[in-house]
């Protein structure tokens, strides 16, 4: 499946990292943490390693390891803006639960 970008999303993506000067994309991962289990992670990236899965969409390149990818295929990430708080939002097909705060999920 991959994963996929809204416009508002690859928008602040590049924005990032024309501000950051370098970097090849973005990475995409998971982390065992918070009340549900797992965490997103999200960070730039200056080199790819063999292992890593590369998706490109909307003039992004999206990086995630093999681990993080069974439990982020078929996510679109999304960038929202609420009020005051704006943010990194991602809509992954594969959560089956989250926590009360919205910071861990679980599958």
Not at 21 to 27: E, H, M
Not at 57 to 81: A, Q
Request: glycine residues 14%; contains cysteine.
């Amino acid at each position: 499946m991959g994963i996929t970008m809204t416009e508002a999303a690859a928008q602040r993506a590049r924005a990032f990292l024309e501000s950051r000067g370098k970097g090849v994309g973005i990475r995409l991962g998971v982390k065992t943490t918070g009340c549900s289990g797992l965490a997103y992670v999200m960070e730039f990236v200056d080199s790819v390693d063999d292992t890593d899965s590369v998706f490109e969409d909307k003039g992004v390149k999206i990086i995630i390891d093999g681990k993080s990818l069974v439990y982020l295929d078929g996510t679109e990430l999304d960038f929202v803006k609420e009020g005051l708080n704006e943010g990194f939002e991602f809509n992954n097909p594969n959560a089956k639960g989250e926590c009360g705060c919205g910071e861990s999920f679980n599958v």
